[in-house]
């Protein structure tokens, strides 16, 4: 069989389906992507603090047979088979995996915008990075949100020394089990990290973020960690999306507009049974959009997506970590490993992140 495979967007669901895809001969891969780089969106938070670069060319990541585009994707048009680029370049496709990630959402705080700094993105943390190169000494960092993001972004810069941290949020690590909330907020504690929670930010100003109750904490610099967005290309271009605008996709990845449009990681929505935003489902779902495709090209029924989930890793800095167990929907355990042993294994499984869709089928993942 023979085929020009289209992968659109090179976060780890692309560069996971990228791979698996050009491991057959009879696939032409191009990867389109706005950068050169691939950015490791779980090690921002380690890029602003200096403890990491977070990012790699992508050449360095993909196969030589995987021709790369640096453009934007305008516009995907799913009756002709192309995608028009920035650059007004057309590029046909066979079958495109969609794959364009997400960006930070911070709309429902007034001011974030112009006042605070994100880390969705490499140009995101770059500012973050540069706003905390800028602060005086002792200076007050806010990171907003509470969640896995926000609790490794505290933890990192407070272990530094560099800055006083307060980390303010709804409810601390709430996909966390009870232990696993009790340890994040010892940890932190340790670090020198206020916590305030049960109360959300309702807008940043340049020195000062205002909570619901009214309160206003100063703040030399905010952070926001609270929420993401997935990509709008899917709405733009006509394709049937969520309320949020991410691709709906069938069991099997398929887009329900298209059949000729597979999907996977952030901008897609798996029916009424969502995926979490993460690493830890854009890669496997990367590798399964491209063996639907590898399927239906050699005539066989692509096979539905078993969710496989094992757990959630959260640094609390460079020398301990929170490994929280979970069954396989995802719903956590009463069962969690922290400390040294923790810390090594969180950096295992960031560095095992790149080597998706190198290997064949494996019973552990979530395809076979």
Not at 235 to 240: A, F, I, P, V, Y
Request: aromatic share 2%; hydrophobic share 40%.
């Amino acid at each position: 069989m023979k085929a020009d495979v289209v992968v659109l967007g090179g976060g780890y669901a692309g560069i996971s389906a990228a791979k698996r895809l050009a491991r057959h001969p009879g696939v032409r891969v191009t990867l389109l992507n706005p950068g050169t780089d691939f950015v490791e969106r779980i090690r921002l938070h380690q890029y602003i603090a200096g403890t990491h670069r977070a990012h790699r060319p992508l050449r360095s990541v993909l196969p030589d047979t995987v021709r790369i585009v640096t453009a934007t994707a305008q516009v995907i048009d799913a009756r002709h088979h192309h995608v028009r680029t920035d650059s007004g370049d057309e590029i046909g496709y066979d079958h495109l995996v969609y794959a364009p990630g997400s960006h930070t959402d911070d709309t429902g705080i007034a001011g974030a915008a112009e006042h605070a700094v994100s880390l969705g993105t490499r140009a995101e943390a770059d500012r973050a990075r540069l706003r905390l190169a800028d602060l005086p000494a002792c200076a007050t960092v806010t990171v907003i949100g509470g969640g896995l993001t926000g609790i490794e972004t505290a933890a990192e810069l407070a272990e530094t020394g560099a800055v006083r941290v307060r980390l303010v949020t709804g409810e601390l690590g709430h996909s966390l089990s009870a232990q696993g909330r009790v340890r994040a907020r010892t940890a932190l504690a340790a670090l020198g990290v206020t916590v305030v929670d049960q109360v959300a930010v309702t807008a940043i100003a340049q020195d000062k973020i205002t909570l619901a109750d009214g309160t206003v904490l100063d703040a030399d610099l905010a952070i926001t960690t609270t929420a993401f967005a997935p990509s709008d290309l899917a709405r733009s271009s006509g394709l049937e999306v969520d309320a949020a605008g991410a691709m709906l996709v069938d069991d099997t990845l398929v887009s329900t507009t298209s059949p000729n449009i597979v999907g996977a990681g952030d901008a897609v929505a798996l029916g009424t049974n969502p995926l979490r935003m993460s690493c830890q489902a854009a890669v496997p779902c990367g590798v399964h959009a491209a063996e639907t495709v590898l399927r239906v090209l050699a005539g066989r029924e692509p096979k539905p997506l078993r969710r496989k989930y094992i757990g959630q890793s959260v640094s609390l800095g460079r020398r301990d970590a929170l490994i929280q167990f979970s069954d396989l929907t995802d719903r956590p355990l009463p069962a969690v490993l922290t400390g040294r042993t923790a810390a090594l294994l969180k950096e295992q499984v960031c560095r095992a992140t790149l080597r998706g869709g190198q290997l064949g089928p494996l019973r552990t993942s979530w395809t076979w």
